[in-house]
């Protein structure tokens, strides 16, 4: 059985009542094969599974597309059914933030002014501070994000380990379209003309993660976003898998945010470089 809960009040007491291991999925809703990734391995893990869908508009910039972004609650609400999820939390704006915006936000530090944080100024407090709250509120034991947001889920890490928070967070692999495209609620903005673009992404990355040194990685998947014109390249950027600076030997990550029309679309693949390849 799923219930759908709409308070703070309702939340407590499910989670009062809750027995095992909490897992939490956090969603902005429009759920698709990569939420259910997440719930699926959220309900191996914990023994009460919660997902909350909220649109968060801390984290939404003045001129992106809170007003536009997808909310399809019905629909979500069968999808989380499907996936034997306990508990689907609902809340609208003022309950999750009474009194409205709140005084005391949380600062995502020096990675949080990069790549996606350069171009969506204060993003990622935004995030970290609904990631926070959410994660207070459910006492989640477990809780599961996706690579595809990848520079999030290494923030929501790090202040987990940061500010000492109790809950252990789970990296779970980007699930994709059988054509590569990775799964995102904003791909339905893309008209059936946008597609073909939209799958430059995925191709760019899977040939620079073909490469081994840095610099091959960073041309090969360049010419092919370059010899798309339907996509506008936000950056294409390696790194180590911590967002550092790209290493010469080993794990490295490679990602790329473009717009296709005016849908903003972001992907990562991890790389191996030099002779750990
Ligand atoms: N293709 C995917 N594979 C794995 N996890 C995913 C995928 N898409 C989203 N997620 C994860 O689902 C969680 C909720 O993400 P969100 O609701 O923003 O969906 P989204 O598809 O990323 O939406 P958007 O298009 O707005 O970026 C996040 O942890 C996110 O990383
Ligand atoms: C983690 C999250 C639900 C916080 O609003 C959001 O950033 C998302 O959907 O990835
Ligand atoms: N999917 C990450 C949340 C956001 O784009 O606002």
Redesign the pocket.
Known sequence: MTALIHTRAELAAARAAASGRVAVVMT?GALHEGHRQLMRVARERGDFVIVTVFV?PL??GPNEDFDKYPRTLAADVEACRAEQVDVVFAPDRDEMYPGGTPQVTLNAGATGEILEGAS?PG?FSG?LTVVAKLLLLTRADLAFFGE??FQ?LALITRMVKDLEIGVEIVGVPTVREADGLAL???NRYLSADQRPAALALSHALREGAAQTDAQSVLEAAGKILADEPGVQVDYLALTDPLLGPVPTDGPARLLVAAKVGSTRLIDNVPVLLGKAA
């Open positions: 902005m968060n984290q939404f969506r993003h995030m595809k947001d999030q995102s609620s904003r």
